[in-house]
């Protein structure tokens, strides 16, 4: 976002819209990139740091028109390993002709939305004064992995049960092999999520002698 913020400020742009910002990884490879439109107020002096929203150019004007502001892109990120045992296994299982709420999932899955969700206001509050967020999306990832965990590690795990010579989760054993590793099934849950931040700075329409004071203020 910074080195985009960069570019924008090399224009002399006061503002960066339709901010999209791409993700992905690849096993321990991670890669950010943040592709943006940047835009000017005619007649007004730029800021040194532009703004940035993922909000369209009707929609930055939609809000202009009520009097808030567009001021920062947003963003909150949070990634968790579930493991899986025999207690989820059998709740799934096809051999289960009740229709029930797997509920351990439920409350992995919305913890793990939860603290995505705090990280993204959590950066809003890091900004420009922020009055709400709007655009909000959050994208979700699961995907199947594998725990290894080592024996002797006495570390903080709900619903682990360690032992001499392996580890129980979730109603599932799984022994320590010859090197002391336990290879248990897990489930990656990524949730990412996104938004623009919005300052009230008026009670009507934003004239640019209201935008150009904002502006002035930030620098």
């Excluded at 991670?30 to 740091?49: H, N, W």
């Excluded at 206001?121 to 290894?148: F, N, Q, S």
């Excluded at 990656?188 to 004239?207: D, H």
Aim: charged residues 20%; glycine residues 10%.
């Amino acid at each position: 976002v910074d080195r985009m913020l960069q570019e924008a400020a090399l224009a002399d742009a006061h503002a960066v819209v339709d901010a999209e910002f791409r993700f992905s990884r690849d096993q321990n490879t991670i890669e950010c990139s943040v592709i943006g439109t940047a835009v000017s107020f005619a007649g007004l002096t730029p800021p040194r740091r532009p703004l940035v929203s993922p909000l369209s150019g009707e929609e930055f004007f939609k809000l202009t028109a009520r009097g808030w502001i567009p001021v920062n892109y947003c963003m909150g990120y949070h990634w968790h390993v579930m493991p899986v045992g025999y207690s989820t296994r059998t709740i799934n299982s096809v051999w289960n002709f009740q229709n029930q709420e797997i509920s351990s999932v439920t409350e992995r899955f919305s913890e793990t939305r939860r603290y995505a969700l705090q990280q993204m206001v959590h950066d809003a509050r890091g900004g420009p004064k922020a009055d709400g967020l709007v655009g909000v999306r959050i994208d979700t990832r699961v995907e199947e992995t594998e725990l290894r965990i080592y024996a002797g590690y006495r570390g903080a795990f709900s619903g682990f049960g360690m032992m001499g010579n392996g580890v129980t989760i979730d109603g599932s054993f799984y022994p320590f092999g010859s090197e002391g590793v336990a290879e248990v099934p897990a489930y990656n849950l990524e949730f990412f999520a996104t938004g623009a931040a919005v300052s009230q700075i008026a009670s009507g329409p934003l004239s640019k002698k209201d935008i150009s004071l904002y502006l002035s203020a930030l620098n």
